[in-house]
């Protein structure tokens, strides 16, 4: 993989206890104690202003629900920026508004240095916070979530995994289903036989090019039966 610059990630929440344990666990965990990515969790109540610690407000012309004001929004960004104003940075609004998160863009996200990821709460964020920090809006998908953290997490977790050194072997991220617009081959572990279910012989006779290929035929064909939409996206090399 090439151009890849990600050190960091950095998460603007108000529910930082939703974000910091998953960060903690499994690759994510394994990442930021080998130093190949850093997190930071940052409290937007944290730059509230006023004694009540408000951070949203009603909308102005009504409707319903609070928004998350500008103001507070924006210091909270800042104190992020000014940290390191000199770093390549992108800052993410997690939003049911945006295009939806891919293998793709998480890659492209790979040439930045940092990450911001915004969590949006209750109805959404005030609209000047977009035009002024915001560089895009993603989505994980077409449906409305609570707020932004699970989604950021997602966003977190597929970008990590594609930072050279965090999967121990690199040949499963370029197999992963998806890569080439293919989805992966049908996978079998002990035991041989379950239930009357034998694992496929061409498996088990150690003839590797016969193994790549019978791959390669399980590839194309469980994607022209899934996912057909994927080919055309990916038209054949
Ligand atoms: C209840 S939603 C607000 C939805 C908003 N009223 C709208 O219609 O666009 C609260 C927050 O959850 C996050 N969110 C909800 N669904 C999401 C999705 N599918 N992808 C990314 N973020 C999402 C966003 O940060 C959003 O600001």
């Not at 997190?39 to 006023?50: C, E, L, M, S």
Request: charged share 25%; aromatic share 6%; net charge negative.
């Amino acid at each position: 993989m090439n151009n890849v610059s990600l050190q960091s990630i950095q998460f603007l929440t108000l529910f930082p206890e939703l974000i910091s344990p998953a960060l903690q666990v499994s690759l994510l965990g394994k990442a930021q104690e080998r130093h190949l990515m850093q997190y930071g969790v940052t409290q937007i109540r944290d730059f509230a202003t006023d004694r009540h610690r408000s951070v949203d407000a009603t909308p102005y012309g009504g409707g319903e629900g609070m928004v998350l004001r500008v103001d507070v929004l924006h210091s909270a960004w800042q104190s992020l920026v000014q940290r390191h104003p000199e770093k390549r940075r992108r800052t993410l609004l997690m939003s049911p508004q945006g295009p939806h998160l891919t293998q793709e863009k998480a890659s492209a996200l790979l040439a930045y240095e940092e990450l911001i990821l915004v969590c949006g709460h209750y109805e959404g964020v005030d609209e000047r916070f977009i035009e002024l920090c915001v560089d895009e809006e993603l989505s994980i998908g077409d449906y409305i979530l609570t707020g932004g953290e699970l989604p950021a997490l997602v966003v977190a977790d597929v970008v990590t995994r594609l930072i050279p050194g965090v999967v121990g072997n690199e040949d499963s991220i370029a197999h992963d289903s998806l890569e080439e617009g293919l989805l992966k081959y049908p996978q079998y572990t002990r035991p041989r036989e379950f239930e009357g279910l034998e694992v496929p012989p061409v498996l088990l006779g150690g003839n590797h090019q016969e193994i790549a290929k019978w791959r390669q035929a399980q590839r194309e064909q469980r994607t022209q039966l899934k996912r057909p939409d994927l080919r055309v996206k990916h038209p054949k090399k």
